[in-house]
């Protein structure tokens, strides 16, 4: 790619000049960690089970493989195909969360996921990145359109009424977890699209009942923030032998296949992978891995200050909301700092459906980041010279 010269007008070229590559490059450096890791985690969980050794290796190289794939040709989209995709997805990701409730895989007493051949997927995953792209249109929609007289089109009200769905399918469930994230992820696209602060203010208070709703409702939900407020009410298994590797890695980490603590953990290829980094390469590692977290949903925050675009910045917004919002939840509750909660970290954690999601999400906010080149004869002719791409990389600068 670094060999693309300034005025190839090819369609990589164009999309190598625009896309952020920063952002790109933080993607892979992710992916590239999620084969490391997946190699020091994963064998001793396959033996744990009865399984190969290799079987999770070998399932997670090709699911990061297509999620690399995915991130690249999404990445590629225009903005109105990336409604379109957000639409139909977000169409399909709706009715298979349904099918879950008639024909899924039951684990641990929630339905979430359906079998298919060599994996089983979980619907719910796809619903957080269309649902966000999707809102993000109906809200700029909203803005835009009238529908007749002043009359606006009601973008806000479908936005919640397709909220109000999902709710229900992933309480019935249930998926508490994933209801929280998409619930956060939804309240921070209407506060950015300018939900007046008193309702902010209600928006705060309904959540938090909410969240005291479930506590009440749902026997697992009570149970993991008893566990995490009580340390001697229930099984503290995972959380004590995850901060026991993190404890044993130190500054600099036991090396590469010398950690001995992952080898005791249920999920060190899952849920508690983070602990996997921690003890084979320190807290340093730990510290990079969250850098690259960070400057992922800061970048894309800071590009959202320059744009103009309702669309975008609302719909963007709440991509890396949720993008940032799972890998807090992940190491948070991995480190004990809140309760625990069955969420990978993206792109790192073993699973197909959320390995493609993200891919999804990342593919999407670089497609909506990426700068918009106009495609009229007078730029392509001056673009032919080299001038045009100078001017518009200068006045982008």
């Known amino acids: 790619m670094a060999g693309l010269s300034r005025v190839d007008t090819s369609r990589i070229g164009r999309w190598w000049r625009n896309v952020d590559r920063v952002t790109l490059c933080c993607v892979g450096v992710l992916i590239a960690f999620g084969y490391v890791l997946m190699l020091a985690a994963s064998p001793a969980v396959?033996?744990?089970?009865?399984?190969?050794?290799?079987?999770?290796i070998l399932k997670q190289v090709i699911f990061l493989l297509l999620a690399g794939g995915v991130v690249l040709l999404v990445s590629g989209l225009s903005r109105e195909a990336v409604k379109r995709l957000a639409l139909i997805g977000g169409v399909i990701a709706l009715v298979a969360t349904f099918m879950t409730l008639v024909h899924g895989v039951e684990i641990k007493g929630a339905r979430r996921w359906i079998a298919l051949p060599m994996m089983s997927v979980?619907?719910?995953?796809?619903?957080?990145?269309?649902?966000?792209?999707?809102?993000?249109?109906?809200?700029?929609?909203?803005?835009?359109?009238?529908?007749?007289?002043?009359?606006?089109?009601?973008?806000?009200l479908i936005a919640f009424g397709c909220f109000g769905l999902i709710l229900l399918l992933l309480k019935s469930q249930p998926d508490i977890g994933m209801l929280s994230v998409i619930?956060?992820?939804?309240?921070?696209?209407?506060?950015?699209?300018?939900?007046?602060?008193?309702?902010?203010?209600?928006?705060?208070?309904?959540?938090?009942?909410?969240?005291?709703?479930?506590?009440?409702?749902?026997?697992?939900?009570?149970?993991?923030?008893e566990r995490f407020l009580h340390p001697n009410v229930g099984d503290h298994y995972q959380i004590d032998t995850a901060l026991r590797a993190f404890g044993n890695g130190g500054m600099m980490g036991r090396g590469p296949g010398e950690g001995r603590v992952k080898d005791l953990l249920p999920d060190a290829h899952a849920d508690f992978v983070f602990a996997v980094a921690g003890e084979e390469y320190g807290l340093f590692i730990c510290l990079?891995?969250?850098?690259?977290?960070?400057?992922?949903?800061?970048?894309?925050?800071?590009?959202?200050?320059?744009?103009?675009d309702p669309f975008v910045i609302t719909a963007a917004s709440g991509l890396v909301a949720g993008f940032g919002l799972q890998a807090f939840i992940n190491m948070g509750s991995t480190l004990h700092l809140i309760p625990t909660k069955g969420m990978t970290l993206p792109l790192?954690?073993?699973?197909?459906?959320?390995?493609?999601?993200?891919?999804?999400?990342?593919?999407?906010?670089?497609?909506?980041?990426?700068?918009?080149?106009?495609?009229?004869?007078?730029?392509?002719?001056?673009?032919?010279?080299?001038?045009?791409?100078?001017?518009?990389?200068?006045?982008?600068?």
């Open 46 to 56: 396959a033996v744990r089970i009865g399984a190969s050794r290799e079987m999770f």
């Open 288 to 308: 990079f891995i969250i850098l690259i977290f960070t400057v992922i949903v800061v970048r894309t925050l800071l590009k959202l200050m320059r744009e103009s």
């Open 183 to 225: 619930t956060m992820v939804f309240f921070i696209q209407l506060f950015v699209n300018g939900l007046p602060i008193i309702f902010v203010g209600a928006g705060v208070g309904a959540m938090i009942a909410a969240f005291a709703g479930a506590y009440v409702a749902f026997p697992h939900v009570r149970s993991r923030v």
């Open 348 to 397: 790192i954690s073993y699973g197909g459906s959320s390995a493609i999601s993200i891919a999804l999400t990342l593919g999407m906010v670089l497609a909506l980041t990426r700068h918009q080149v106009s495609a009229s004869p007078i730029s392509s002719h001056y673009a032919g010279q080299g001038h045009w791409t100078s001017l518009r990389e200068g006045s982008n600068s």
């Open 122 to 156: 979980q619907p719910s995953e796809f619903l957080k990145p269309f649902f966000a792209v999707v809102t993000g249109w109906l809200l700029a929609e909203q803005r835009r359109r009238v529908i007749f007289g002043s009359v606006r089109f009601p973008g806000m």
